[in-house]
């Protein structure tokens, strides 16, 4: 029993929530590393304990009694000391206020460790008692003021930021991942639906789809599937269409071999049997010719594109003349090849082999004793050409472009034939991705053959 295996694969929308999570966390961490360098940065500290001190300044630049000027320090110092309590910071805010004779009136710790010369507004950095301080000293016509901020730890700076900052991403990320969740749930539904439509079909069913796509993003795989559907309709047609013609071609011979088989069994004399012996053989060769050229077909049809081997074209095609120049010295035919020395190309042997021998093929059946076949090879601008030439009784414009169909044969002809020699080549061709057309032939008549095929 075959289990399947959709739900241990990744969804879409499992990825989905799970790329934003990270990308919340990454924003997470980009935050704690801003709000961590935007606290804990020399000039926001200093600009921060100035405003502070400046603050208290403004407050006891209105007041003139010590008594009074000392409650308002001590209010502050309270005020600042259980900020940073709330914030979990163990040090203390550190304040001294002195007149302008710096007669201390208030100090959180002893006046000889505070004192700090210097202009009013300074900010600068000391260390007391093994703590360091970011130190502020400011003055108004009355009044000596001295504040100290406590460098917090690195460790409790982060919790403070790293709290502050998960409560607000928790909160924010299932409000931001809802909607997308429902988007993306929603946004499927069309793909689902084209889904079950495609596994609702039969078989033999290749029909356009013909849904109604709502998304823009689905109407490129749509038309993508109706267009393989119309490919795979053509292609199985074809296929019907060859099986038949085949059929069809193969029952001539074996009605000859048949009947000749029959001739040969009644016959009641050697010449009578001698005579069906011909005809059997020669329907035995047509009908392995048939056979040949079918599965020749078949094979360029079926054969997969694998790295081609490099292939000397021009050694090639004198090897096929080789052997296709007794069949023309029979009959007379003029054979000749003009070519280069070596052509080395990156072609598949097979479909080149079999372009070659049934071009050849043709251009000999149906040339005349005494005629001329003409091989032209060269490589230009890119493209291998190779041209087979005759002076031939050639093809009337009308059956040119029948004449590569497959079982077509030109009508008035007295050459045996089977059809597909043509219909092979055009194969052979469009697997090489080249371009196969008609021309005239020698002299101003005949056929001439022309193969074009990208080597770049």
């Known amino acids: 029993m075959i289990k399947s ?29 801003f709000y961590y360098w935007q606290e804990s940065g020399p000039q926001t500290v200093d600009a921060r304990q100035r405003q502070r001190g400046e603050a208290v300044l403004m407050v006891l630049s209105q007041i003139k009694d010590p008594a009074q000027a000392q ?33 201390p009136l208030f100090s959180s710790m002893p006046a000889s460790e505070l004192i700090l010369s210097g202009e009013s507004g300074d900010v600068v950095t000391g260390t007391l008692n093994g703590t360091r301080y970011q130190l502020f000293r400011g003055e108004t016509s009355d009044w000596r003021l001295l504040l100290g901020e406590p ?9 403070r930021i790293s709290s502050n900052l998960t409560v607000s991403v ?55 599937l109706d267009r393989l559907f119309s490919q795979l309709r053509a292609r199985i047609a074809r296929e019907h269409g ?28 050697a010449q009578t049997r001698g005579e069906a012996a011909t005809h059997l053989d020669a329907a035995i060769a047509r009908m392995s010719h048939l056979i040949e050229q079918l599965l020749d077909l078949a ?25 296709a120049a007794p069949a023309a010295m029979a009959r007379q035919i003029e054979l000749s090849l003009e070519a280069p020395d070596q052509l080395s190309l990156r072609l598949d042997p097979q479909a080149l082999l079999s372009i070659v021998q049934n071009l050849l093929s043709n251009a000999l059946r149906y040339t005349q ?18 041209a087979v030439a005759d002076n031939g009784p050639g093809i009337a414009p009308a059956e040119q472009a029948l004449v590569f169909e497959r079982f077509y044969r030109v009508a008035g002809t007295d050459v ?11 194969a052979a061709v469009a697997r090489l991705r080249g371009a196969v057309r008609l021309e005239r032939g020698l002299h101003g008549r005949g056929c001439s053959f022309i193969i074009e095929i990208p080597v770049g």
């Not at 439509?197 to 796509?213: E, F």
């Not at 004793?369 to 190779?386: F, H, I, M, N, P």
């Open 71 to 103: 409650q308002a320090v001590a209010l502050y110092t309270a005020l600042f000391n259980s900020l940073y309590q709330r914030a979990g910071l163990p040090q203390r805010f550190l304040v001294q206020l002195t007149d302008r004779q710096e007669q």
């Open 416 to 426: 045996a034939g089977s059809g597909l020699g043509l219909a092979i080549v055009t």
């Open 299 to 323: 094979r360029i049809d079926a054969s997969l594109m694998t790295t081609a081997p490099l292939l000397d074209v021009a050694q090639l095609l004198r090897q096929e003349l080789a052997n």
């Open 5 to 33: 295996t959709t739900q241990n694969r990744p969804t879409l929308v499992r990825r989905v929530i799970l790329t934003l999570s990270a990308a919340a966390v990454l924003v997470w961490l980009v935050l704690m590393a």
């Open 170 to 224: 928790l909160i924010a990320l299932p409000l931001f991942l809802l909607p997308v969740w429902f988007a993306v749930t929603r946004g499927l539904r069309p793909l689902r639906r084209l889904s079950d439509a495609i596994a609702a079909r039969g078989p033999d069913d290749l029909t356009p789809l013909a849904l109604d796509v709502t998304y823009a993003e689905l109407t490129p795989l749509t038309h993508a």
């Open 242 to 269: 060859f099986v038949q013609d085949a059929a069809h071609e193969l029952r001539t011979p074996i009605a000859v071999i048949a009947a000749q088989a029959h001739v040969m069994q009644r016959a009641e004399d």
């Open 369 to 386: 004793d005494g005629g001329e076949v003409a091989v032209d090879l060269s490589e230009q601008q890119g493209k291998l050409r190779l």
């Open 151 to 159: 460098a917090a730890p690195a460790g409790l700076l982060l919790a």
